[in-house]
């Protein structure tokens, strides 16, 4: 209200004054303001002034003069890929190939990049088709299909120290495609075909040489069980023999024990004797020795029962 007031106060040609000067101050406020530029993280601004390189805006806030300097270069300082196309390469047999190769880079130095070359990108495809036949010149078609890494390594070192005065840092490079001529590639898929089929042969070979060894170490095992088992049975055989030997042996002990305390004489053990004798000859023995003390034994008791026999005779003739 105080400046309506003031502006009401100083007449007509007061007003346009203030005027003026309000729309000076708003023309030097936009200025101002479209002047400012925010550079963003992992950028950089490359600024001229009347034409001439200035300074390199970092990220962060800063200020231009105006109608003076001027933002060349907008650089993002990421790292990039560049997919290149095939490119036809010839190996040392003579073998033409399509090969196509993708580049990682990044900017390190914007004034490099800005100055240095006209078309960054343009030149590093042409430098990377040059590099490759070189490389692959040397090799033959085993050795380029066998030599990814070589060739990668290679080629990121010859690029990385070509493309230095461009402000360009090359961090890697990858054969993406090798294509080989079709007659090959048809060779190729054939004799990997037969690779295939041998390590299968191989595989299955290995597999019945391996069940074939399991079966013969099952069988040797069970041969080693069947003969501890019959080991273990002779074994137990032989202790029940030998047990039952002892057993024997320490019952006719206690039987000879027994007729000793019973103070036995010759004509009972002669006896005992002839009792064994007569069992023995109930058996299948065809041929038995006796000794004489049992003979005259026997004899003894023949002529008992004779004599027996003839009383019961005489008996008998008396009674009649």
Known sequence: MSLIYTVLQTGPAGVWEMIVLMAVILFI???????VRVVPQANVYVIERLGTYKATWQAGIHMKLPFVDR???????????????????????NVTMQIDTVIFFQIVDPVLYSYGIENPIMAI?????????????????????????????????????ATDPWGIKVNRVELKNILPPQDIQTAM????????????????????????????????????LRADARKETAIRESDGEAQAILNLQAATAKGLQMIKD?????????????????????????????????????????????LLADTDTSADKDND
């Open 189 to 224: 898929e054939r004799q990997m075909k037969a690779e295939r089929e041998k390590r299968e042969s191989i595989l299955i070979a290995e597999g019945q040489k391996e069940a074939a060894i399991r079966v013969a170490e099952g069988e040797k095992e069970a041969a080693i």
């Open 29 to 35: 406020f936009l200025i101002v303001i479209k002047n």
């Open 125 to 161: 495809e042409n430098l990377t088709a040059t590099t490759l036949r070189n490389i692959i010149g040397d090799l033959e078609l085993d050795e380029t299909l066998t030599s990814r890494d070589v060739i990668n390594t290679r080629m990121r070192v010859t690029l990385d120290e």
């Open 71 to 93: 933002i060349a270069r907008r650089i993002s300082l990421k790292e990039r890929v560049a997919d290149f196309p095939p490119q036809p390469v010839i190996t040392k047999d």
């Open 262 to 306: 019973v103070q036995a004489d010759d004509s009972l053990i002669a006896l005992k004797s002839l009792e064994t004798f007569t069992k023995v000859a109930d058996g299948r023995a065809t041929k038995i020795i006796i000794p004489s003390e049992i003979q005259g034994l026997a004899g003894l008791a023949v002529s008992v029962k004779e």
